[in-house]
């Protein structure tokens, strides 16, 4: 009993691209759990306007959750990257968010361009190209009255904070996603904001993981029957910077993929990439806690079999994997970074045209499409993990997958076959436990980052899948897709 007393509470709102939770996580001497308190849909709503997301649907879930979750010693907010809320002088919110998948920002980055030129724009703030960055956002809104109106722009996880505190920031980790951050200062790029006419006083101001975010309003304390004062902690609020907290590393020699609807798949260092190389592979530069910089690819991920699945009726997953697992492997692979798979709808005969055109075998029955995904999947991630390695000069000795994808079990060993290299999947959670751990520290109950991925390592569960088989058949498909 008095080992229980021993552990302190911490509430993390952690918000996925298909679901949100409210996740407790205790903390105490080697001890590290986590319990969902409550778990709700992120259903995006297509509107004339274009795609948006619900998020006062979201708060009502937050509050929801922080109710369920019980006493608490204080509060965190993660999530997906880029998409952000605008206030107007009173701090009312302009109309639900954009979601990054709506197609206003189609032609944008040319117009952004012929400013500032790509090469200048990533040497500047080391970011990838991604069509719906928030800076193409921005220039996409010019014009509009809603972003005439708009006084304070706030990223997805600092609105929500805002509403629970009554406290206006911007958390760094997430601010390094909006292509207006200098990687190298860790501070606002005002070249970039000069040149294409961005007025940074829209932005509140950087917060970094461990600061105080301010204090529970009374009314959010009376909806969720919390006693207060309840401190709300600034966290890594991108969900990747959070969950790559979590990676349960040894040392400095480790790849990770931080699995879900997206795959983002790279390496943990102490300084950006900023080589044309670099900007050529499309990896970008975000920063982790510490000082430390995600250097990573994103890659459309699991989203591609959720849009199948969504497609087919939603059919048990189980059986599929292992119908999928009896298909034969690297029968017909496509690209998983590739922008043509960006859209809802379709999926599964979107990803037989592709083959269809790059005259490959087409993937006809569910089990055949979700064995094409899969290799794709772990053959984007053998390609990102080897690219890293090359343009970083930083070797690995294993990768660590992290996040929903730790529960495919046919994903992890296509991922270890694939890259040559041994995959240490787990933790499931490992966004939501970053996120605690970052509140744990700045409460002083647990160390630095090493520790606190001690700690992860020694209380989480993790599985090890092996390498087996020989490359060159992925190295052959490789040069199947590039000949495409």
Partial sequence: MSAAVDLTSYAAIDLGASSGRVMVGRVGPGRLELTEAHRFRNRPVRTPDGLRWDVLALYAGVLDGLRAAGPVASVGVDSWAVDHGLLDADGALLGNPVHYRDARTEGVPEKVWATLP??????????????FNTLYQLVAARGTAQFAAARRLLLIPDLLTYWLTGEQGTELTNASTTQLIDPRTRDWSHL?????????????????????????????????????????????????????AAVPAADERFAYICTGTWSLAGLELTAPVL?????????????????????????????????????????????????????????????????????PGRMPKRIAEACRASGQPVPESPAEVTRCILDSLALAHRR?????????????????????????????????????????????????????????????????????????????????????????????????????
Avoid: K
């Fill in 192 to 244: 970039v904001a000069d040149r294409l006419g961005i007025d940074l006083g829209l932005f509140a101001p950087l917060r970094r993981p461990g600061d105080p975010a301010g204090l529970l309003r009374p009314e959010v304390l009376e909806e969720t029957g919390l006693a207060g004062p309840v401190p709300v902690t600034a966290v890594g609020s991108h969900d990747t910077a959070s969950a790559v």
């Fill in 384 to 484: 990102a993990v080897a690219d890293a390695q090359r343009l970083a000069g930083h070797p690995v000795d294993v990768v660590h997958v992290v996040g929903g994808g730790t529960r495919n079990a046919l994903l992890c060993q296509l991922t270890a076959d694939a890259c040559g290299l041994p995959v240490v999947a787990g933790p499931t959670e490992a966004a939501a436990l970053g996120n605690v751990l970052v509140q744990a520290r700045a409460h002083g109950l647990v160390g630095d980052l090493a520790g606190m991925r001690r700690l992860v390592s020694r209380t989480q569960s993790l599985t090890r899948y092996e390498p087996a088989g020989d490359t060159a058949r992925w190295r052959a498909a490789e040069a199947r897709l590039a000949h495409r």
């Fill in 118 to 131: 790509a090469g200048e724009l990533y040497a500047a703030t080391g970011l990838q190209y991604a069509p």
């Fill in 275 to 343: 080589s044309e190389e670099s900007r050529a592979a499309n990896f970008t530069n975000e920063l982790g806690l510490d000082g430390t910089v995600r250097y990573l690819r994103n890659i459309m991920g699991l989203w591609l079999l959720q849009e199948c699945l969504r497609e087919w009726g939603d059919p048990g997953l189980g059986g599929l994997l292992t119908e999928a697992a009896r298909v034969p492997g690297l029968r017909s692979v496509v690209d998983a970074g590739d922008a043509a798979f960006l859209a």
